[in-house]
């Protein structure tokens, strides 16, 4: 699947709307559309669909190989996507994995609908995976930047996320999210409701002391 939209959880590929996308809301379906870029991550979070059994080969989200920026810039094209309210670089794995391939396709999709916002969800990886300044990239391509926090420190998040960076990758991650603030218009670090009103207290700090906005978004199975 390349691009998909989202209801209670559950992933649609787009090719079960119309044309125009017009059914989407009449289907319950908020007008955003996700991006699938790829199944490659440098984290192997314990809670991560990636790794359980609800994510398998079966699962269409599932891919063999990376979707490449003409994949998804064609299926794009299938469609009049021009009422969207947002699209959003997601998937099954981390897109900035696979950098090059978001920013083409932010690149189309701004010099087509530039008036569409656009949101990358990250792990916050993207500098020293890339071994560049990617936050700076983001300018004029990417409205809005959303990082899963996780955790209130560098070994809470490590435990989490078995990130390849070990507990470096929390600094990183809160590096990222203070950079992408000078490039990009909102940026909102993530945690969701079920670790613990001390553990919630404890991110909420995290972000204060750096003057991050936190979300605390529902946990959804
Ligand atoms: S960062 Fe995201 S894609 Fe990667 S393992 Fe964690 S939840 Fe899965």
């Given at each position: 699947m390349i691009l998909y939209g989202v209801k209670q959880g559950k992933y649609y590929n787009?090719?079960?709307f119309k044309h125009d996308l017009s059914d989407m809301e009449e289907?319950?379906?908020a007008k955003k559309i996700y991006i699938n870029v790829t199944n490659k991550?440098?984290?192997a979070c314990t809670f991560c669909l990636r790794s359980t059994k609800e994510m398998n080969e079966n699962n269409s989200l599932w891919l063999k190989k990376d979707n490449t920026a003409q994949m998804i810039i064609g299926k794009f094209k299938e469609y009049d996507w021009k009422n969207l309210e947002e699209i959003i670089f997601c998937?099954?794995?981390e897109p900035t994995m696979c950098m090059d391939t978001v920013l083409e396709v932010a690149d189309y999709l701004k010099n087509t609908h530039k008036e569409i916002p656009?949101?990358?969800n990250t792990n916050g990886s993207a500098n020293?995976?890339?071994h560049r300044d990617v936050a700076k990239e983001l300018q004029g391509r990417i409205d809005t930047v959303s990082i899963s926090l996780n955790a209130s420190n560098a070994q809470k998040y490590y435990e989490i996320t078995?990130?390849?960076y070990k507990e470096q990758a929390y600094e990183d991650m809160l590096d990222f999210a203070k950079e992408c603030e000078s490039y990009v218009p909102n940026v909102v670090l993530t945690i969701v409701d079920c670790i613990g009103e001390e553990?919630?207290?404890a991110c909420k700090k995290v972000c204060a002391d750096r003057n991050l906005t936190l979300r605390i978004r529902p946990f959804e199975t």
């Open positions: 787009i090719e079960n289907k319950g379906f991550c440098n984290c998937g099954f794995g656009l949101r990358l020293r995976e890339n078995r990130s390849k553990e919630i207290a």
